[in-house]
DNA sequence: CTGAAAGCGCTTACAG
DNA sequence: CTGAAAGCGCTTACAG
């Protein structure tokens, strides 16, 4: 058995209060018992145990953190900002990595985290109700939502698009096409459609449905609707594609069928995931600070927890980072 | 406040003893009562609280992760292994990244986690007393260890390395270099460029010390390495590159230096990241089954825990994925 | 079939 | 300056 308080405060021949006093740096001790304690304590190798401790507290120093889909750069940046932060304040994560968001929730519940970090889920009443009933606080990122009980952490994806958009309408592109994602996709997929049509309209360019396709996001969504794309007819000179992942499955699909990038397409992409730097030629891009990202949102977090009070949203920074992808035609 | 079991008790009019047992699917109720408590858990959402449970049975429920970074491909899809079978078995991870090892060591010690996987890190003789002080079972991912009692998950980097090396031979490449890990790096380091030369020596190739050059594994550490080798003076017709990053590194200093990939140099490199299949040309690797070796690790520590008895170090397989960075010389 | 009680390892009023 | 005691929310012998 590991050595218990009542262990060091036996051998010290003092009360388990005293040693949990000097343990939590309250007064009540004199400098001599504090000593005897305290090599005691080296003594016989105590560490405190922090379950015991919470079951008093109902603290737990414990942040769950929700992600659909850890593989990739983007979910490991964000999460990595997290961990960052939290270390530093005493918090631990406690990572869910999938769709079992149900189970998840209960899970976090069961084992009484303090705050919970919701990333790039689409919050649905089901999920909005489970948290309720957790009673913390809880930050949603790279998403949005209804309740202005749950504030968010993200980038302006509409303004995002609109900038990449229009970058490329800066650089003497008028013919532009674009790989959306997902559709229906309230947070990353019709917002950023809607920043590209806004650009164009906002510059006197006609909107062509022809030019546009939809992925999934993923790298193999590029590939196809690159494919789709080229073979649907549409003109064009340059193409925005809403996320790193199918601009790089575009770049594939399009180098393969003899295009050359930039001279005979240009293309811009959106995350500035470190891939995006590895690709030949490299991709321009939308940069998003998801390590930033994943910070804000546990300082955030932390700071609910701590007062109880609810943070206001935050809208992060996006640039565009220029690399070798977009050709000037001017 | 969140309601109890003794909030259940009363308003079901058993003890709390009954309301525990079932609970825990223990017998010793008549059916009537089972239903009764049932019936009453569902009404005030009663949800059990498992920090609690574990100050009595010892047992957290909770498995620690460490990793060095986790911002990249290879720790993302191990921990993601993880996270997948240690929730299907009904344990919940609490991850912990970066270089603070001995403070996290401590922080699972007193968060009382009941079993540690430390991946990609040499474990020295610090950590080593630090995981016995905490008396629970070990796993080491990708590292190996001295140390009989932790037993480890991994490829055989030696062998791997040969085999790539022999790839590059079998398609006529006799001039071959290498790009290699950290030169004093036990695990990743040293036996892969013991694998490279041994598939020289048993093809009755020299080795030239000229043809090997040391990076950190890191991208930007291919690009270096890369010029370090062709303003070396070196001959080589193929670079065997002892991680993808590397070996991505080089093809795009390669690239930019004029040279075609696979026309006037091969690469092969090591990991089977994602990103190898997204660059151009996609390149040609060894695959590590980063999951499969994340889910070995964790029904190997979970295997322990449940019988306390030691589970047997695993070598995992590895295999060349031939994608078109390698030219045939034949 | 059921309950009262002790205990897991802490912390914090309260009393002295 | 210090300690005895109650309590955090569970589980499990033990007794009936």
């Known amino acids: 058995m590991n050595p218990t308080i009542r262990d060091v405060a036996k051998r010290a021949n003092v009360s388990v209060a005293t040693v949990s006093r000097i343990l939590n740096g ?37 942040i769950g953190v929700l992600f659909p889909n850890l593989t990739n750069d983007f ?22 990595n999938g769709m079992r968001t149900r189970r998840y929730l209960q ?23 489970a948290l309720d009933a957790m009673k913390v606080p809880v930050i949603l990122v790279a998403s949005i939502s209804d309740y202005a009980s749950i504030p968010y952490v993200k980038v302006d994806d509409k303004r995002a698009a609109y900038d990449a958009t229009a970058y490329l309408i800066r650089k003497g592109h008028r013919e532009i096409a674009m790989i ?14 809607e920043g590209y049509k806004k650009a164009l309209f906002e510059h006197g360019i006609p909107y062509g449905e022809e030019k546009i396709v939809y992925g999934d996001f993923s790298f193999e969504s590029g590939l196809i609707a690159m494919d789709a794309l ?19 499955g575009a770049l594939n699909r399009a180098t393969e069928r003899g295009m050359r990038i930039p001279d005979d397409l240009s ?50 920074e996006h640039s565009i980072v220029e690399r070798q992808t977009v050709k000037s035609l001017c």
């Not at 994602?181 to 309230?186: K, M, Q, R, T, Y």
């Open 26 to 62: 309250l007064d009540g001790y004199s400098d001599e018992t504090k000593q005897r304690v305290l090599q005691t304590i080296d003594e016989i190798g105590y560490q405190p145990n922090a379950i015991a401790r919470s079951l008093y507290n109902k603290r737990t120093q414990t």
């Open 75 to 96: 979910s490991s940046a964000i999460i990595s900002g997290i961990e960052d932060y939290a270390n530093d304040h005493d918090y631990s994560i406690l990572v869910c």
């Open 107 to 129: 899970l976090l519940r069961e084992k009484q985290v303090d705050g919970v970090i919701f990333c790039s889920y689409l919050l649905t009443e089901e999920y909005k109700q």
């Open 180 to 193: 959306a994602g997902n559709e229906d996709d309230p947070i990353a997929g019709i917002p950023r459609v």
């Open 230 to 248: 080229l073979n649907g007819g549409a003109s064009f000179t340059a193409i925005f594609a809403a996320s790193d992942e199918m601009a790089i």
């Open 267 to 316: 293309i811009i992409g959106y995350d500035n995931l470190r891939v995006s730097n590895m690709v030949v030629p490299s991709l321009t891009t939308v940069n998003q600070p998801l390590c930033d990202i994943g910070i804000t949102a546990a300082e955030k977090l932390i700071h609910m927890m701590k007062n109880g009070r609810l943070a206001e949203s935050t809208i992060m």
